[in-house]
T-cell receptor, first 113, second 115 residues
């Protein structure tokens, strides 16, 4: 079945550092890939998405590229801010089987001033 | 645009009591999902509906859990009787269509504590 694996946290960075959170997936067919962010006390919210191979999703300085050859969708940001501290979830939504979304375990990011 | 609305935001009750969580999806969305989030198990899908019909309830942990969607604008998740291990944050989410390129929109959750 479909699955998502993302790097374990927590990840601790200093402000203005470069961020990478790795995400790989297993899926049949042509899934769409997503990154969600969860701030304390809130629900998950969509950060970016990519719906086909080689698509790049981007938002708020974050970006991720849908790599079918390596089955990856790594999240990157060139310069993190304290306000980026949150939990990040990689997710996959298949194109069959009722379109259920599979979430990774989440990666907690702490950014220090 | 109103987002997904969940109520109550917090619920504290004693074990054995019935708990009902409520969700109003975004208007026009026809897929609705209930999740449970805990530190130990992370985010778990409990059940989801397409066009008010339950499609997959394999994530519902026990018969004590039940979910209904009587119409397109309302869903409930009920736990009866409740137990301390049911303590978690419960999220409802909706999405526009049953297609893979649509993201889910989450409510702010109900934080449930069973004493």
């Amino acid at each position: 079945g479909n699955s998502v694996t993302q790097m374990e946290g927590p990840v601790t960075l200093s402000e203005e550092a470069f961020l990478t959170i790795n995400c790989t997936y297993t899926a049949t067919g042509y899934p769409s890939l997503f990154w969600y962010v969860q701030y304390p006390g809130e629900g998950l919210q969509l950060l970016l998405k990519a719906t086909k191979a080689d698509d790049k999703g981007s938002n708020k300085g974050f970006e991720a590229t849908y790599r079918k050859e390596t089955t990856s969708f790594h999240l990157e940001k060139g310069s993190v801010q304290v306000s980026d501290s949150a939990v990040y979830f990689c997710a996959l939504r298949g194109d069959t089987g009722g379109f259920k979304t599979i979430f990774g375990a989440g990666t907690r990011l702490f950014v220090k001033a | 645009d109103a987002g997904v609305i969940q109520s109550p935001r917090h619920e504290v009750t004693e074990m054995g009591q019935e708990v009902t969580l409520r969700c109003k999806p975004i208007s026009g969305h026809n897929s609705l999902f209930w999740y449970r989030q805990t530190m130990m198990r992370g985010l778990e899908l409990l059940i989801y509906f397409n066009n008010n019909v339950p499609i997959d309830d394999s994530g519902m942990p026990e018969d004590r859990f039940s979910a209904k969607m009587p119409n397109a604008s309302f869903s409930t998740l009920k736990i009866q009787p409740s137990e301390p291990r049911d303590s978690a944050v419960y999220f409802c989410a909706s999405s526009p269509r049953g297609e893979s390129n649509q993201p889910q929109h989450f409510g702010d959750g109900t934080r449930l504590s069973i004493l």
